[in-house]
């Protein structure tokens, strides 16, 4: 990856101070998003990342993770599979439930979104502690798909999510 990519991805992102709760520095990807070129910069990043690793389907996480993950897919030639909150998915789910630093909270993925065997990217927009993206792990592999690499745009390194998605390959374009 060009060294400037990092820096031009971060300066894109804006500083929201005391959102969603005061003492927490919201990172709003919503510059970056209506950038034209630095969103292309961001999705073909990733796809130079992942052309030749012959992913079979882009897991994205709900709901920002969507934003990156389907482009991202499209410039791959390959699927989409959605992880959502409870009740947001029409046919039969696997669940997974995992904690917060505030109680807990659940995701779901179709039954038959993965196949036994398809190699996956996981994708969402930031690491943060790693609950979400650990409890996504845990629905592919019930799928006996196979994960390889956990992606997101930006990772919040002072909460050491990463350590969360051990063993597993994780790749960030820029780390805060």
């Known amino acids: 990856m060009d060294s400037t990519v990092p820096e031009r991805l971060l300066a894109s992102l804006r ?15 919503t510059p970056l998003l209506g950038d ?5 910069l961001a999705i073909n990043t990733f796809a130079e990342r ?14 920002r993770g969507f ?12 699927g989409v599979a959605l992880v959502r909150k409870p009740g947001k998915l029409p ?4 669940q997974e439930s995992y904690d917060l630093e ?11 979104a993965l196949g036994a065997g398809d ?3 996981i994708l969402d927009d930031v690491i943060a502690t790693g609950g979400t993206l650990a409890a996504t792990v845990k629905l592919v592999e019930r799928l006996e798909a196979e994960v390889v690499e956990i992606a997101a745009l930006a990772e919040l390194t002072f909460l050491n ?5 051990t063993p597993h390959s994780v790749h960030t374009l820029i780390q805060l």
């Open 102 to 112: 505030y109680g807990t909270d659940t995701l779901e993925i179709h039954t038959d």
């Open 67 to 78: 934003l990156f993950g389907t482009p991202l897919a499209y410039a791959l030639g390959c």
């Open 161 to 165: 999510g990463r350590d969360r998605l």
């Open 91 to 94: 046919a039969d789910t696997h």
């Open 15 to 29: 500083d929201v101070p005391d959102f969603p709760k005061p003492g927490i520095v919201f990172k709003d990807i």
């Open 36 to 40: 034209g070129a630095t969103f292309a």
């Open 119 to 121: 190699r996956v990217v």
């Open 50 to 63: 992942y052309r030749d690793r012959a992913i079979d389907r882009v897991v994205v996480v709900e709901s």
